[in-house]
Nanobody
Framework: QVHVVESGGGLVQAGGSLRLSCAAS??????????MGWYRQAPGKQRELVAR???????YYADSVKGRFTISRDNAKNTVYLQMNSLEPEDTAVYSC???????????WGQGTQVTVSS
């Protein structure tokens, strides 16, 4: 079993920044060999992948956040971060962290954290 908890969401003005954290834990979970991802879902829209980082450190970003968001990982803390800069109202959504642990798919999810960007 893997427990995933997000934090760091909140209300910010357009152009501002937030850093989301995703702490993952489990009796045998090792974040350094897990693929981790950040998703978001805005009201009335489908959930979309925002960024992911593989166990080898390769990163991927959705076109809408390239150059503004950065995903990183602190293996010692079993934590993945999403640094979000130059936030736009369109970034408003519930952001969820997911872990692919011993699976090719994300099989453990957090509850999500709300990010609201005001114009």
């Amino acid at each position: 079993q893997v427990h995933v908890v997000e934090s760091g969401g909140g209300l910010v003005q357009a152009g501002g920044s937030l850093r989301l954290s995703c702490a993952a834990s489990g009796s045998i979970f090792i974040i350094s060999i897990a693929n981790m991802g950040w998703y978001r879902q805005a009201p009335g829209k489908q959930r979309e992948l925002v960024a992911r980082i593989t166990s080898r450190g390769a990163t991927y970003y959705a076109d809408s956040v390239k150059g503004r968001f950065t995903i990183s990982r602190d293996n010692a803390k079993n934590t993945v971060y999403l640094q979000m800069n130059s936030l736009e109202p369109e970034d408003t959504a519930v952001y969820s962290c997911a872990a692919a642990w011993r699976s090719t798919k994300y099989n453990y999810w957090g509850q999500g954290t709300q990010v609201t960007v005001s114009s």
